[in-house]
């Protein structure tokens, strides 16, 4: 590349750059104010020193408000009332993360305690994001909850819109490969199990502000690899939706759906 052409480039990058940057959170910084804020709710390895929890939790609030900061203007966004009602709602959050603890324990065979879920499993890790970038989304901040959310995503496997309304308790089973888009509501009781979808009929951008995603009532389990697409298709309470099914229509109530397709076995004789 000669140097006029280097010049145009840089230029270009720079006016770029500078606008990104200014409409950005780093996400770097964004990825270790969560892991401080997760490992506090959760301390993995150790517990802080009691005398230390608040001052923990200070650092915490003060670190989001500086990410805030970095991109958001103050004279347009109440970002210290912002801070402050989401830590306000944190013991909320922390109350509904160990209601899916629990409740994963209780459910999973394999679990052997509460706490084997929340420091292993990576259906609890998603959900704990989740409900942590759902409160951002709900405070109308913006870019952060999808960062955090992504990185949550690459982790696990799980892709949970943090616009997406989900209830208490909320229990994945494995969960690699489960997308959530961002107009589902999941209610509570819900079993969701690995390559699930709940996803929309038609994506295109004027449907932005239109509900796109289904709605999954109480007490329903959704088994592996099954696709589940539309604003308008409700799975009703307490329905079992089979492996590998695919559904664009709502089920009623209490419903068993499955695929019909069977599997034969043959073998050969006097071979």
Do not use: C
Not at 130 to 156: M, Q, W
Not at 243 to 264: D, E
């Amino acid at each position: 590349m000669d140097n006029r052409h280097t010049q145009t480039l840089i230029s270009l990058l720079r006016k770029t750059h500078h606008a990104e940057w200014e409409a950005t959170p780093s996400a770097q910084d964004a990825i270790t104010w969560l892991n401080d804020l997760v490992g506090f709710l959760f301390p993995g390895n150790h517990l802080p020193k009691q005398t230390s929890y608040e001052g923990i939790l200070k650092k915490n609030q003060i670190d989001l408000e500086n990410i805030l900061l970095s991109y958001l203007d103050p004279r347009e966004v109440p970002i210290e009332e912002i801070v402050n009602d989401f830590y306000n709602s944190l013991g909320t959050i922390y109350q509904h993360l160990r209601q899916d603890a629990a409740k994963i324990h209780e459910y999973d065979p394999a679990a052997t305690s509460v706490n084997e879920v929340i420091v292993s499993y990576p259906g609890f890790y998603a959900i704990t994001v989740y409900r942590i970038a759902n409160r951002l989304t709900r405070l109308d901040i913006p870019v952060l909850p999808r960062i955090i959310s992504e990185f949550a995503h690459g982790k696990t496997g799980i892709d949970i819109h943090p616009n997406a309304t989900i209830n208490v308790p909320f229990i994945i089973d494995h969960g690699t490969g489960i997308v959530i888009g961002a107009t589902s509501i999941i209610g509570s009781n819900v079993v969701i199990y690995q390559g699930v979808t709940l996803g929309a009929l038609h994506v295109t951008k004027e449907l932005s502000d239109v509900k796109r995603h289904p709605t999954v009532e109480d007490n329903v389990i959704i088994y592996a690899r099954s696709t589940i697409l539309g604003g308008n298709t409700v799975i009703g309470q307490g329905s079992i939706i089979g492996g590998s099914v695919f559904i664009t229509k709502s089920v009623p109530p209490y419903s068993q759906v499955f695929n019909t397709h069977q599997v034969r076995i043959t073998t050969k004789t006097g071979v």
